[in-house]
């Protein structure tokens, strides 16, 4: 199983970037993916999740500014972040469950290798 993230980049604050999750698992559809970030110095932390059925979790601070979504006909799930603020700037990881998905790094088997987010002020 492998995943890879991309779509990072450099964006001023009030910004906005789609990350993508693609995912090489034959039963995709049945893996919970969640986005985390870690910025320097820092734990790294929950940010989004969605499971099989489409339920989506978000962390309170990017609540009403970040949109997970998945196609599972392309094996992708994706990020949209929008307002982005500096308090954003990190490494963003997505990580897949089989039929789990939630808030706890524990709960995930395969980890990509992340995306570097900067957001300017």
């Known amino acids: 199983v492998q995943l890879q993230a991309s779509g990072g980049g450099l964006v001023q604050a009030g910004g906005f970037l789609r990350l993508s999750c693609a995912a090489s698992?034959?039963?995709?559809?049945?893996?919970?993916i969640g986005w985390f970030r870690q910025a320097p110095g820092k734990e790294r932390e929950f940010v989004s999740a969605?499971?099989?059925?489409?339920?989506?979790l978000n962390a309170d601070s990017v609540k009403g500014r970040f949109t997970i979504s998945r196609d599972n006909a392309k094996n992708t799930v994706y990020l949209q972040m929008n307002s982005l603020k500096p308090e954003d700037t990190a490494v963003y990881y997505c990580?897949?469950?089989?039929?789990?998905?939630?808030?706890?790094?524990?709960?995930?088997?395969?980890w990509g290798q992340g995306t570097k987010v900067t957001v300017s002020s």
């Open positions: 969605i499971n099989s059925g489409g339920t989506t």
């Open positions: 698992i034959r039963t995709f559809s049945n893996y919970g």
């Open positions: 990580a897949a469950a089989y039929y789990q998905y939630g808030v706890r790094r524990a709960l995930y088997d395969y």
